[in-house]
């Protein structure tokens, strides 16, 4: 065991195979000091996605980031030609960044600066390209007015309303509800399809029941447009007849389909008929792959994920009732965008030294690969004696200082394009070494160490280790020197404590550091605590001798049943022991004496049995004392086998207790020297004992006899024996492959000990590839418990196997694992529903993000209540992995709420998706009249109408009573023109063609200016309506009352009082 007192995180030098002949590229270390001091050409760092939609009530940031010495300038170009950013005042470049920022809080119209954008990164070494980035500017596109008649159709018949949503950018997401703002429920006779419209299987009475509108949700405003209802009459049969499948959706019996590679398929058959069909899906000449199908829409769509080459050809549906059966071939056929094979990598040569960069694409058609040198075509680039173009590879040969250039590969086909920058830096640097100077390593006798001496030059430079400032330099033997500069010691001896000095040298100098090795004795404990009986009440010491480095700090603790003891009054702890008075029950245990240092630690364990006490004999004789046995003796081996060893031992006396075992135990002194480990047990009636060997271990034997009062001390150790060495037979065990950091996975396992190595120089085979990939096993062979795999994609599926090998050959071919990479934060969940169904409660639901980018550890809810500018405090909901729905019990029926949703991964929250509740239909009349029961003037006007009515009846009772006439129609008119007086709270229709809804018009800085907090769609148009997700009315609404009702109910109801007072309520 080494206890470092540094951690160093730099790379030495790594080899490449360069055509021919072996060449050593420079790598560049992370240490900024170092990064900081080197010239380097310019490195993209950031920037936008290729396909590039914006919000166009935000302001619009293209990124453009890079790093470089010197620090890079930046440029752009849109539309292929020099985008001046001086010249706009909307338009500015971050700092010390490439960035666009576009700022529209002065006016301006997003849509002006649409195009195809690119930054140019550049410094005097070179000059690197981003992307070619096309910015658009989402639109939300209002739905077209339309009139729609009354769908007549027979009961039986099959059916399908179309949807036609608005384009918009992106397009919006489609679904159908009924005008009451209900879902359409759907299932295998109902569903609706991938391109919007709802089908009908057939047709049933219940269908008439509801009407069916489409709805289209736009992505970056968030609303909802509705489409005018469609409504049914379903004309009824005596019977309807039961018919055969036919198909709605795709027509005839074959079609074709186009998918690139590394998208999800997706195939869909619709069909009708009586009974509903049920769809199957089969390919033609294989099976569907299990690991990436999924039926969706009640089996009517076929989802094949993450599609490659060899899904392409015939998949067909079979849609069959009792009466028949149909199906439909779909062809499909796999294209592929350009995907790199050999993606080029930064270059860092020496002067005179060789080099090339690679780029190897794939793609279908073949994609076509096109170099460029700082941004221009390098056919009219200057030429370069020293640099040669051969199809997809530059070599370069003899190249000097002053050559440093980026290059860029574009890799095209009709599908995208690929393009990768990757420089090429001429350097030439005195060695420098870069660990801390005069380090300290402490490692225990016999134990394997390793010194470490990074370093750094170009030229590479030549390293070599020396012991105490003299000899020539180490390296076999003991010593093992590896290519980053590290000296490993196999098996640290006391002759090789000393001073380590590493010497780097290349032609422009040389660079040296020291590194100090003590060697320290181990700690072992010599005489431990042995199996005790006791009686309750008695003294007992449990021995725990130890001996250790001096110049180590020794911590010595004990454990009961493995958990800390706790020392209490009864216990006295002592430097060579445990002391317990007056012994328990509660004492009986296991106890565990643990000697550590900083270093190394060991431990022994023993078993303390208490016993009640019982009265004396009654007879005179009294029993003989019982002891522990003692010792046995004159071990012998005999019989020597490859694999086998005959031990016989002569036992001692049995102290007046029957021995009833006998403990054989070893010790080997390649891996644990003087460390004793528990071989076999036998009866304590044989002396003599076949032991089964492993191959290449230096064995010597030892014998404890054991009876009911305790354990002898062990016998003197036997002579040794040397097995000769084999092939492992079994590899690691606990192989895990986990992420550690985003881009990385680390492997680790459980190493093989003493008995298991067979052999000398056991090291790991470790070989890894990502599932379900055609790449070959990538492998590392190491001599540790871990390796660290770099540059993985983010939580994705690797296959994992680690092979034992020593000197004499491998161990058997090891089972495959799974592990996965490093995870990061997750994406917004895939869809997040607010729905309202009344004014106690509101419903959220949502689904899983659609990329986790690993485990799903929870989700994070914050909420918080706001009536116009009024906010509440902030709410938090933390819910489990499984968790997609939640209820909130409203505190007022008048607040709305904005809902802060996130996925969280054991990397953290990931982006927040941001809802608010729907605003209630009867909103606006709430906000006038809210308790309005409770108002005074509410109760006085009320009273004083019934007063009134009571003062009207009384006076026409007396009229009557006298046999005169009273004017009743008169007094009533008189009465209705009052009551028109009155506020009525309905309202007039109103309906403004083709214009943006109220309460949807947005500030350049992203706040939206509400008019009014309702809107409704016209009643018998509703074009333009918006909604929200749940599809709750946004804007302004009104409530219009037919004239000709109106004007037409001049009846005798107009003139009761019952009427009267409702009309004024």
């Not at 195939?267 to 390919?283: F, N, Q, R, Y």
Request: aromatic letters at 8%; hydrophobic letters at 30%; glycine letters at 6%.
């Amino acid at each position: 065991m080494v206890m470092q007192q540094y951690l160093l995180t730099y790379t030495g030098v790594v080899f490449a195979l360069y055509l021919h002949h072996i060449i050593r590229a420079i790598e560049v270390p992370l240490d900024p000091n170092i990064q900081n001091e080197l010239p380097q050409p310019p490195t993209i760092t950031k920037q936008s996605v290729k396909d590039y939609i914006v919000d166009p009530r935000d302001n619009i940031f293209i990124d453009c980031e890079a790093k470089g010495n010197p620090i890079p300038t930046f440029s752009w170009t849109r539309n292929g030609k020099f985008f001046n950013v001086a010249k706009d005042p909307k338009v500015s470049m971050q700092r010390r960044s490439g960035t666009l920022v576009i700022d529209f809080r002065g006016g301006g119209r997003p849509e002006d600066y649409e195009g195809e954008y690119q930054c140019s990164a550049r410094n005097e070494y070179g000059t690197a390209l981003s992307s070619k980035i096309l910015l658009q500017v989402s639109r939300s596109p209002l739905w077209p007015k339309e009139h729609l008649d009354l769908v007549e159709i027979d009961e039986g018949s099959p059916l399908t309303l179309k949807c036609n949503p608005p384009p918009g950018l992106p397009p919006p997401v489609v679904f159908w509800m009924s005008s009451s703002m209900e879902p359409i429920h759907q299932d295998k006779r109902v569903s609706q399809g991938q391109n919007g419209d709802l089908y009908f299987s057939n047709v049933m009475l219940q269908d008439a029941q509801t009407d069916y509108s489409c709805n289209a949700r736009f992505h970056f405003t968030h609303t909802i447009q509705q489409k005018n209802p469609y409504t049914l009459k379903i004309q009824t049969t005596r019977g309807v007849m039961e018919t055969t499948p036919s198909f709605m959706y795709p027509y005839g019996t074959s079609s074709n389909q186009i998918v690139l590679r590394g998208v999800d398929l997706l195939l869909e058959c619709i069909a009708s008929g009586v009974p509903a069909p049920d769809i199957m899906w089969h390919k033609k000449g294989g099976e569907l792959p299990t690991d990436k199908t999924k039926l969706e829409n009640f089996n009517k769509a076929l989802r094949l994920t993450n599609v490659s080459e060899e899904d392409s050809g015939e998949y067909f549906c079979l849609a069959s009732n009792k009466m028949g059966s149909i199906r439909h071939t779909i062809s499909v056929r796999v294209k592929a965008a350009p995907y790199w094979l050999d993606e080029p990598q930064n270059l860092i040569l020496a002067p005179a030294e060789d080099g090339r960069l690679v780029c190897r694409a794939n793609g279908n058609p073949k994609p076509t690969i096109q170099w460029l040198v700082n941004g221009e075509p390098i056919e009219s680039a200057p030429p370069n004696p020293s640099r040669e173009v051969a199809g997809d590879t530059i070599v370069f040969r003899d190249t000097q200082i002053g050559s440093s250039a980026v290059y860029q590969c574009n890799a095209s086909n009709e599908h995208g394009y690929l393009l990768a920058n990757a420089f090429v830096s001429v350097l030439d640097v005195p060695p420098r070494i870069l660990a801390p100077r005069n380090q300290l390593i402490k490692v225990i006798q016999y134990n394997r160490t390793r010194l470490d001496c990074p370093f750094f030059g170009s030229p590479i430079p030549t390293l070599r280790w020396f012991k105490n400032g003299q000899g020539s330099a180490l390296d076999g033997e003991n010593y093992q020197r590896h290519e980053n500069g590290s000296l490993e010691i196999n098996m640290a001896r006391k002759e090789d404590q000393g001073i380590y000095t590493c010497v780097a040298t290349n032609i422009l100098g040389k660079a040296e550091n020291q590194v100090r090795l003590e060697i320290k004795d181990p700690t072992r404990i010599v005489r431990g605590p042995e199996d005790l009986i006791v009686k309750r009440g008695s003294l007992v010491r449990l021995d725990c001798r130890i001996k250790h480095d001096s110049t180590l700090k020794l911590t010595v603790t004990w454990l009961k049943d493995d958990t800390p003891l706790y020392i209490g009054n009864r216990m006295k702890k002592e430097d060579d022991g445990l002391i317990i008075y007056g012994v328990a029950e509660k004492d009986q245990g296991d106890y565990t004496c643990v000697a550590s240092t900083e270093l190394d630690k060991d431990s022994a364990k023993a078993f303390l049995t208490v016993l009640a006490v019982v009265s004396a004999p009654t007879n005179r004789m009294t029993a003989l004392p019982k002891e522990r046995p003692e010792r046995p003796r004159d071990l012998e081996l005999t019989d020597l086998a490859e694999r086998s060893v005959r031990l016989t031992w002569i036992p001692g006396d049995d102290n007046n207790s029957p021995i009833t075992d006998y403990v054989v135990q070893f010790e080997e002194d390649k891996f644990q020297p003087g460390l004793w480990h528990n071989h076999s047990r036998y009866p304590g009636s044989v002396n003599s004992a076949v032991l089964r060997l492993s191959p290449y271990v230096n064995y010597q034997f030892r014998v404890i006899a054991v009876n009911e009062v305790g354990s002898s001390l062990p016998s003197l150790p036997s002579e040794r024996y040397h097995t000769i060495g084999a092939s492992p037979e079994i590899n690691p065990t606990g192989v895990q492959g986990a992420g550690t950091q985003k881009n990385n996975m680390e492997i680790t396992w459980t190493p093989l000990n003493a008995t298991q190595a067979y052999g000398p120089n056991l090291r790991y085979i470790v070989k890894w590839r990502q599932r379900e990939s055609r790449e070959s096993w990538s492998n590392e062979t190491v001599r540790t418990t871990r390796h660290v795999v770099w540059n993985t994609p983010i939580y994705v599926p690797y296959e994992i196997k680690v092979q034992a090998e020593n000197d004499f050959g491998r161990a058997p071919e090891p089972d495959v694992i799974i592990g996965y990479s490093g995870e990061d934060l997750p994406s917004v969940p895939r869809y997040f529903r607010i729905r309202q169904p009344n004014l106690e409660t509101i419903t959220l639901e949502w689904g899983h993000p659609e990329h986790p980018n690993g485990i799903i550890t929870g989700y994070n809810l914050r909420y918080q209540a706001f009536n116009g500018t009024k906010t509440g405090r902030t709410l938090v909901e933390n819910f489990s992995p499984n968790q997609t729905r939640f209820t909130l019990q409203r505190t007022d029926p008048i607040s709305r709420y904005r809902f802060f949703l996130r996925a969280r991964t054991q990397v953290g929250d990931g982006e927040s998706i941001v809802e608010e509740s729907p605003a209630p239909l009867n909103e606006a009349y709430t906000k006038n009249h809210v308790d309005i029961a409770t108002q005074g003037w509410f109760i006085g006007l009320m009273c004083a109408i019934a007063l009134l009515v009571l003062i009207l009846l009384i006076v026409c009772f007396i009229k009557r009573s006298r046999g005169g006439k009273y004017p009743v129609r008169e007094k009533v008119e008189v009465l209705d023109h009052e009551d028109h007086k009155v506020d009525d709270p309905s309202f007039d229709y109103s309906d403004e063609d083709n214009k943006e809804p109220p309460g949807s018009h947005t500030s350049l800085d992203g706040t939206i200016k509400q008019e009014s907090d309702d809107s409704l769609v016209d009643y018998g148009e509703g074009g333009e309506g918006q909604f929200n997700e749940d599809g709750s009315f946004i804007g302004q609404y009104t409530v219009k009352k037919d004239k000709e009702e109106t004007e037409g109910n001049e009846s005798s109801e107009a003139t009761s009082p019952v009427n009267a007072i409702y009309s004024l309520a």
